[in-house]
Every structure is written in structure tokens, then in C-alpha cells.
């Protein structure tokens, strides 16, 4: 089960409340994190999923981790790439990790965290970051524009379900997709499922789901606290 608590960018949105990206998988008894970027939506992963005891951080930028502090004090496996922690957007958990465990992996190589297979690989945002396949089906793509050739490569065929960065409207440059650009993505990789995140306050939900309906796209918007069965 896929626990979408917390699907805004850094600035969230006031109405409908959407906190900054924090997800959680539930497979049996496991709970992961996949990235931890608002404290009160990890402790809703914790009230909904339990606690959990592994977490997957995709880059350095504070709306992605600023949430690990809820956990800081009671133990948690950090899960991300070693540029992640050696990026100075991470030094204060670094230099105070309490009882954080980090855990630097590499790209391309299967690991086991917390009971879920999980490969890494590089994207392409404004700071090094990592996204992840995780139980060879579901994979996590944010903050990123487009993909490097080896991760397309990589997930094309085999991922069914991506949380993928869907941040600008058509027209705004950034280091993020427009949401054009992650239902086209969404559509090379053959997916059998998107969920489109990340986007900011000023997009009409609507324009997304009517141009992903248009491109024959099974796509969702998950608001903050929704479930799907993945
Ligand atoms: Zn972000
Ligand atoms: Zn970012």
C-alpha cells in the first residue's frame, strides 16, 4: 500500500492542504519512508502505517528531509546517496544524526531495506539526487527534469507504478518537470500507473488530468493522506 501523506513542493498549498513530499509503502509488517519532507505528515505515516524503521532520501533540499526530526530521537535507517549527505543542504543532520543511521548506497546496485528490494539510481535536478525502484515495480522520480539515458533505460518496461515530478505549469523553466513533461515521461515508460506530484499551488488540477486523459495516461493527483493499493 502506498501512503501518500505529504504531495506538495516546498511551499505546499494552503487548500487543499498539501505538505511537502512524504510517502510511505506499507508490504506486511514493513513500513519505508520514500523521502520525509514535513514532520506532521510523518507523524500521520506513523498514526496510519506505524512507525518506520527505513527511510529512502532522494536529495539534499530541506523539503525533503526536514520530517527525519520527528524520528531523530527514536531510530531510523536513512537510506540515500553518499552526494546526499555530503551536500552542506544536509550538514545538520550530519553533524548531529542522534539516532539516525545513515546509509549511503550506490546506483544500480539492489539492497535490501527494511524487508522492500530497493535499486537507486541518478536523476537530474539543480543538486545531486537519487530516486528509487523499490520491490521492482514502483519508483519514485522527484525532484527531477527528465531522467539520465541509464535510468530511463533502466526503468523503461519494467516499472508499472511512478510518483513522479509533475512541479511546473507549460511556460516556467526550472529544474523540475513541467506536468506536460511527466505525463509525457510517464507515457515512454509505459507505466501502468502515475501519480503526478510535487505541482505547484497556481496549476489547474483539472488542465493535468484533462491533457493526461487525452494522451490515454492512467494518472492520478493523490491528495495528502490517501491510499493506493500498489
Ligand atoms: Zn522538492
Ligand atoms: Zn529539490
Same mark, same amino acid.
Given at each position: 500500500m502506498l501512503l501518500t501523506s505529504g504531495t506538495g513542493p516546498a511551499s505546499g498549498w494552503l487548500r487543499p492542504?498539501?505538505?511537502?513530499?512524504?510517502?510511505?509503502?506499507?508490504d506486511g509488517n514493513n513500513?519505508?519512508?520514500?523521502?520525509?519532507?514535513?514532520?506532521?505528515?510523518?507523524?500521520d505515516v506513523i498514526e496510519i502505517f506505524g512507525r518506520p524503521k527505513c527511510a529512502l532520501i532522494s536529495h539534499a533540499h530541506a523539503d525533503?528531509?526536514?520530517?527525519l526530526n520527528v524520528l531523530r530521537w527514536k531510530g531510523l535507517k536513512v537510506y540515500s546517496h553518499e552526494d546526499t549527505f555530503a551536500h552542506p543542504y544536509f550538514k545538520e543532520i550530519v553533524d548531529a544524526p542522534f539516532d539516525l543511521e545513515l546509509n549511503a548506497i550506490e546506483y544500480f546496485k539492489p539492497i535490501n531495506v527494511c524487508g522492500f528490494e530497493v535499486?537507486? *539510481?541518478?536523476l537530474k535536478h539543480s543538486?545531486?539526487?537519487?530516486?528509487?525502484?523499490?520491490?521492482?515495480?514502483?519508483?519514485? +522520480? !522527484?525532484d527531477t527534469k527528465g531522467l539520465p539515458e541509464e535510468t530511463f533505460k533502466y526503468l523503461k518496461g519494467r516499472v508499472e507504478y511512478i510518483i513522479v515530478d509533475s512541479a511546473l505549469p507549460e511556460g516556467v523553466k526550472g529544474p523540475h518537470n513541467s *506536468?506536460?513533461?511527466?505525463?509525457d515521461l510517464s507515457l515512454d515508460l509505459e507505466v501502468k500507473k502515475a501519480f503526478l506530484?510535487? +505541482? !505547484?499551488?497556481?496549476?489547474?488540477?483539472?488542465?493535468?488530468?484533462?491533457?493526461?486523459?487525452?494522451k490515454g495516461l492512467d494518472a492520478v493527483i493523490p491528495y495528502d493522506g490517501h491510499t493506493y493499493k500498489v
Open positions: 492542504r498539501r505538505r511537502p513530499s512524504t510517502y510511505a509503502l506499507k513500513t519505508i519512508l520514500l523521502d520525509a519532507g514535513s514532520p506532521e505528515a510523518v507523524m525533503h528531509w526536514s520530517g535499486v537507486a *539510481f541518478p543538486i545531486p539526487t537519487a530516486g528509487f525502484l523499490i520491490n521492482g515495480k514502483v519508483a519514485y +522520480l !522527484l *506536468f506536460k513533461e511527466a505525463v506530484v510535487h +505541482l !505547484l499551488p497556481m496549476i489547474d488540477m483539472d488542465e493535468v488530468l484533462d491533457y493526461a486523459e487525452s
